[in-house]
Each structure stands twice: as structure tokens, then as C-alpha cells.
């Protein structure tokens, strides 16, 4: 087989979740982490986005209307990830998750980023996460990158 390599611009444009309910995801991903409602179909899915972006994630349930959870130990989705713009970005959305009493699972320093780990109404993992600028990203003496998870201290954040 030719060795082909996916081109660098490519990106992951859209994540769909099934839920139970869409209201509860709409009050989760909208009301509290602040995406935007562009359109609904019926009562069956909620497309919502960044920055007016046609969708971000779809909420459907189409074939998980009421239903409960997959087990924790099946496979599936493990995250999605949510890239933020800043460190202070970072901060806003932990601030309005501590003021909703939201919990969260972890929190990460990942050499590359910092991250925190929450789970959606569905238990759908989430993950919060500013990159680091590239320039200070840790690297091994072989010039790899040197990742690793860290605790993040979430002072340090909200008071970025």
C-alpha cells in the first residue's frame, strides 16, 4: 500500500454524542460551558457551535432517546476535546464550573497543555484544554516530544 500521509490542515470539524435528553445537553453545553444554539431538528437533535461555525457538536437521539449510559468499562467515546484560545479561557470556564457546582473528574498539566476532565449529563467525557505555546512545549534530548500528566493547580488557573 502507498505510504500516504493525511494532509497537515485537516482537523476534526464536528463531533455528534447521542443523549437522552436535549434539553439537558442544551442546558449543559449552552447554558453552562456558553456554545451556541444554531438549529434544532424537531425534538430529536441540537446542532451547537463556537463562533457561529455551522456546528461544533451535534446532539441527537436518534437512538438514545431516554436511555441510559454505555458502561464504563465499553468501548466508545472517551472525550471530547475542547480547545480553547487562552489560559484565561481556561479560567472562565473553571470559574462557571465551580460556580454551578458543576464537578469535575481531573485536572492536568500535560507539558503541552493544560486540561480539565468533566463529564456531560450522558457521562460523555469532556476536556477543557488551552495548548501552551508552542516554543514552550517540553521536549526529550532526542528532540520528541516529552508529554507527560502533571496536577494542575486550578488556583494557578482562575487567577491567570
Known sequence: MEDYKIPAQARIG???????????????????????????YGDDAAFISAGG???????????????????????GLFHTAILLPTRKDL?????????????I?????????????????????????????KADWPVKADGSLDMYTRPLDLNSVINT
Open 14 to 40: 464536528h463531533v455528534h454524542l447521542k443523549v437522552a435528553n436535549i434539553q439537558r445537553s442544551l442546558d449543559f453545553y449552552c447554558d453552562l460551558l456558553g456554545f451556541e444554539l444554531m438549529t434544532t
Open 53 to 75: 461555525y455551522h456546528h461544533h457538536i451535534g446532539l441527537n437521539t436518534w437512538m438514545s432517546k431516554g436511555g441510559d449510559p454505555p458502561p464504563r468499562n465499553s468501548t
Open 91 to 103: 479560567a472562565v470556564l473553571l470559574i462557571r464550573l465551580r460556580d454551578a457546582n458543576y464537578p
Open 105 to 133: 473528574s481531573g485536572a492536568s498539566d500535560h507539558g503541552v497543555s493544560e486540561a480539565i476532565y468533566l463529564s456531560d449529563p450522558d457521562q460523555n467525557g469532556v476536556e477543557l484544554y488551552w495548548d501552551k505555546p
